[in-house]
């Protein structure tokens, strides 16, 4: 079975600063999609960013951007220029890209981050 | 730009009741999933629904869970007899076909079983 671990449950950065948010997996397969998904004090779930693992490049989106390690099955998340808007909890997560797996999500436990002013 | 819905948005209600919780996933998406976060907890999945049967199921969904898509818009979660534990926050996603890997949120229903 598919697990994912999110190291730091608590982060911290000053404002305009770059932070980067841990995550490692471990799975069997090798065919997969990596998701990073932000949740706010209102308990929504939003998507931040997504990686294919067929694909070597790393995904970047804005202000975003992960450094994917599948050899070492990590997906580690860089927020660059930190906003007070970007407090949240963040959340890793993993799914199977065999459709007979019905598409779930697989999450890490969540790590806090705060923003300093 | 289109959205999941969830309804309602909190829910409290006694140990053993039965509840409903409501999902209006995205229009033209084929894929749907309940997922609960209990408090201070990671996300975890319950089930995924494709072409009106569940295709997966966690150990958390028993017999007490089921889903439905009644009229081609809802998804429905039902909890027959519901236990203090099931206090949870319930989300709804769903994702449009095989060549989206997106699964988009709703803003989850926060339950409260006394």
């Known amino acids: 079975a598919q697990t994912v671990t999110q190291s730091q449950p608590e982060m911290s950065v000053q404002e305009a600063e770059t932070v980067t948010l841990s995550c490692t997996y471990d799975?069997?397969?090798?065919?997969?999609?990596l998701f990073w998904y932000k949740q706010p004090p209102s308990r929504q779930m939003i998507l931040v960013i997504r990686?294919?693992?067929?694909?070597?490049q790393n995904a970047t989106e804005n202000r975003f951007s992960v450094n994917f390690q599948k050899a070492a099955k990590s997906f580690s998340l860089k927020i660059s220029d930190s906003q007070l808007g970007d407090a949240a909890m963040y959340f890793c997560?993993?799914?199977?890209?065999?459709?007979?797996?019905?598409?779930?999500?697989?999450f890490g436990q969540g790590t806090e981050l705060s923003v300093k002013p | 730009e289109p959205e999941v819905t969830q309804t309602p948005s909190h829910q409290v209600t006694q140990m053993g009741q039965e509840v409903i919780l409501r999902c209006v996933p995205i229009?033209?998406?084929?894929?749907f999933y309940w997922y609960r976060q209990i408090l201070g907890q990671k996300v975890e999945f319950l089930v995924s629904?494709?072409?009106?049967?569940?295709?997966?199921k966690s150990e958390i969904f028993d017999d007490q869970f089921s889903v439905e898509r009644p009229d081609g818009s809802n998804f429905t979660l039902k909890i027959r007899s519901t236990k203090l534990e099931d206090s949870a926050m319930y989300f709804c996603?769903?994702?449009?076909?095989?060549?989206?890997?997106?699964?988009?949120f709703g803003p989850g229903t926060r339950l409260l079983v006394l």
């Open positions: 229009s033209n998406h084929l894929y």
């Open positions: 996603a769903s994702r449009r076909d095989t060549t989206q890997e997106t699964q988009y």
């Open positions: 990686q294919e693992a067929y694909k070597q």
């Open positions: 629904f494709y072409n009106n049967e569940i295709s997966e």
């Open positions: 997560a993993y799914r199977s890209a065999y459709y007979n797996q019905g598409g779930k999500l697989i």
């Open positions: 799975t069997s397969e090798s065919d997969y999609y």
